[in-house]
Each structure stands twice: as C-alpha cells, then as structure tokens.
C-alpha cells in the first residue's frame, strides 16, 4: 500500500520569527495582500529532498490550429454602396466582418477572417463545425442586399504540441523560487536535443499585487532574464550547437497578471490554480514557464 505526503515523526516545529517592517502599499487591496504573504509557514528539507518536495509544475497541451478563412469577392453596384458585413454562424456561436468598398461602387478581392479563439486556452469553437455565412449589402438609396447562404467546415490544418515547465519566482524579482530550479530548466537542453523538430519559449508571469503596468514590465523582466541566462549556458557549455539552439528559440514574451495559472480537463472545463485572492494562488503565478512545442502538419 503507498502512502503519500511524511509521517509525523519526520517533521519538526522550530520557533517562529517576526519580519522585519516593510514598505506597505498605498492600495488597500495590495496591502491586505502584502500582509497576507508574510504570514506563512516555511517548510524546508535537507538538500537532497528539495527536488522531490517543492518539484516545478508540468502540464503538456494538444491544440488544433487553423489558417485565416479567405474569401473572395467580385461584386458591383450601379449606384454607391455604404455597407458591408459578412456574417458567420455556427448552431452555437457567430462573428462578423466589414467588408471594404474603396471604390463604393466595386468590391473586389479577399476578404480575410480570422477564426477566433478562447482568449486564455486558445481553443476555437469553429473547428469542425460547419459554418454558415451569408454578404449583407446596403446601398446609398438604403437598399439591403444579401447573399443566399452559403458554408464551409474549418478544420484543423496543424496540431500544436505543447510540454510546459512552471517554476515559481521570489516576490517582486526575477529569481526562482528554489535555486535547484535553475538544474532543471538547464537539463531540459536535452528535450530539445532529441527532438530537431522542437522549439521552445520563455513565458513570464506576475500576481495581482501592484498595478497591471508594473506587472507588465516585471514579467517581460522574468521572461528577459531566463531566456539570455539559458542561451548564454548553451554557448558556454555546447557552442557546437549554439547558432541552431538560438535559430529554435523563439522571443521572451511577459504576460503581467493577464494569465493567472489554470488548466483546461479533457471535459472542456476550465480550473483556475492561481487565484489572486488567496496567497497561495498568487504564488503560484509569480512565475516563469519554459514553453517546448512542435507543430505537426
């Protein structure tokens, strides 16, 4: 029978400390939040198990990705047209498009729609779903026109496959959270070695405490800092390959407090982990990912 977690013999309750005073905040939620962090409990373990008890998040992701929908127009008017819209609709959800008439009279040309997608999982519910979509006209006499309706189904052209690392950062720095992080972002050199077809990306990411601007400007921080930090071990220690590793890795990118950690299930729900409104949580996204992906046509 397995048992998880340790038994109560194999921990020990040392005395408590007082932190020092520190700078409070002028939002009143930022400061609850600042007070909320410095009452916590600090677990820790021999250096041995440091891995095995704070290891970094994993998670892996599989999603269909789609070319832009172009259409192609070649419609005239005898007399000035004032609008157009192209409307799009599943049984579950719709969009629309302005359709452009430089001339008022002619509209000639493609006309580009990009499929949308959920803002934060980047899943699309147009994919394999056959889409209706009909060309409404209004003239300058106020006269509507539209076109019979005619539909399509999207599939997926590509499939991104995507393997995630996680590592929490210290509050308000750049700096993870545990230094044998640093080990374990370094040996995923070797996820990229086995694989010629892979690329990876640094994501950086803040909490809710401070304002979004700052935030900002910390994670693209985080995300700076890694990338260089990781390049430059790759050209001190395998300059044989360097320039290809360079050519695979793609631009740091910083995302402030827009992307608070989550999941999406195999059922379509969505779990937030990284509730701002618990500290916990907000540990959680004081964080840095290391983003391996393929794309496979």
């Given amino acids: ?11 020990s309750i040392l005395p408590g400390v007082v932190l020092a005073p520190r700078y ?36 892996v992701d599989v999603e269909n990705i789609t070319s832009p929908v172009l ?28 359709v452009e008439s430089p001339s008022r009279t002619y509209v000639h ?37 539209r076109t019979y309706p005619r539909s399509f189904l999207p599939v997926g052209k590509a499939e991104l496959r995507e393997h995630t690392v996680a590592f929490p950062l210290q509050f ?8 044998f992080y640093w080990a374990s972002i370094l040996e995923s ?17 803040a909490c809710a405490i401070g304002n979004a601007a700052y935030n900002l400007r910390l994670s693209e921080e985080r995300a700076l800092s890694f990338h260089d930090s990781f390049l430059k071990y790759v050209e001190q220690n395998y300059p044989a390959v360097f320039n290809r590793i360079v050519r695979r890795t793609d631009s740091a990118k910083g995302y402030g407090e827009d992307k608070p950690l989550g999941v999406i299930r195999s059922s379509g729900e969505t779990v937030l982990i990284g509730e701002n409104n618990l500290p916990t949580g907000r540990k959680f996204n004081r964080r840095i990912e290391i983003n391996f992906y393929t794309v496979n046509k």
Avoid: C
Avoid at 78 to 98: C, N, W
């Fill in 109 to 145: 040309g493609p006309i580009t729609w990009e499929i949308p997608v959920h803002d934060y999982f980047k899943k699309s519910p147009w994919i394999n779903q056959q889409i209706q979509y009909v060309v409404h006209l209004t003239d300058s006499l106020q006269r509507t026109f």
């Fill in 172 to 179: 308000n720095k750049t700096d993870p959270l545990y230094s």
């Fill in 1 to 11: 029978m397995m048992h998880k977690g340790v038994l109560a013999e194999q921990i």
């Fill in 71 to 98: 259409f192609i127009s070649d419609i005239k008017s005898a007399v000035a047209l004032q609008r157009g819209v192209v409307t799009l609709q599943t049984e579950i959800v719709q969009d629309s498009l302005l």
């Fill in 24 to 59: 409070v905040p002028s939002n009143p939620e930022d400061a609850r939040w600042v007070f909320e962090e410095r009452r916590f409990v600090k677990i820790t373990t021999d250096d041995a198990h440091v891995p095995v008890l704070f290891s970094p998040l994993n998670y």
């Fill in 189 to 205: 050199i070797e996820e990229i070695f086995t694989d010629p077809q892979k690329r990876f990306r640094f994501f950086g990411h």
